[in-house]
């Protein structure tokens, strides 16, 4: 038993990988033309200008250290704790937006490029996205209580 969970423990690694480059490619499509993606988080009707202003100058950033610090394995549980809000955020606004009926050209994943309306198809693919990162956070949870005695739920058995 033990032999066959080491041959697929690289399979925790997917979800990480995957956040991580969806992360990264969202961040840079956002950051290439953040004066757009201003334009972009307005149409949600949800916030202030002042607010898209600093969303739209801040997240491209966000979304792409996240995403590296997650494909380098770099700080696992908060950099997940990061994803987990990120996605939840991003899920949040949707849920809302389509609940008010408001309708969205570009849904801005990407930024500006890719453009695609706002619809249940994009409230499906960020709840797939928030599940990836629940598995990536989970993941480091198991890691953290694997290697640190600190960390562990259970310190009974570090002695």
Known sequence: MRQSKNRVHWLWGIPRIFVGLVLVSTGIGKGLDMAGFVTVLDNYQFQPHWV????????PFIELGTGI??????????????????HTLMLSVVVITLKRGIEVANCGCFGVFLARPLTTVTLIEDTVMLAMS??????????????????ARDSSKYG
């Open 52 to 59: 898209s202003l600093i969303l739209a100058y801040t997240l």
């Open 69 to 86: 610090c997650l494909l380098i394995a770099v700080q696992r549980i908060a950099i997940a704790w990061m994803a987990v809000g990120l």
């Open 134 to 151: 629940f598995l990536v956070l989970l993941d480091a949870w198991r890691r953290a209580d694997k290697f640190s005695p600190f960390l």
